[in-house]
């Protein structure tokens, strides 16, 4: 794909599609990345909720439970 990116932009749109469920390696190809690993490491940033909102989808983690991952539930 062949993308015209404005620097902070690209930023938001890699953590929106993330935090949207986004397959990462379609996120990968839109981003036009060869590595996955850049998508994920620079270009997304994701918060301590985004995590727990995750677990709490897949009841890994209590439905009352904070932003602190320390305390999931163990599987």
Request: without cysteine.
């Amino acid at each position: 794909m062949d993308i015209t990116w404005n620097r902070p932009k690209q930023h938001t749109f890699a953590t929106s599609m993330a935090v949207k469920g986004l397959n990462p390696a379609v996120l990968k190809q839109i981003m036009g990345h060869d590595d996955i690993s850049i998508t994920f490491a620079i270009y997304t940033h994701l918060k301590d909720d985004d995590s727990m909102g995750e677990l709490k989808r897949l009841g890994l983690a209590d439905k009352n439970m904070s932003g602190d991952t320390s305390k999931i539930i163990e599987f």
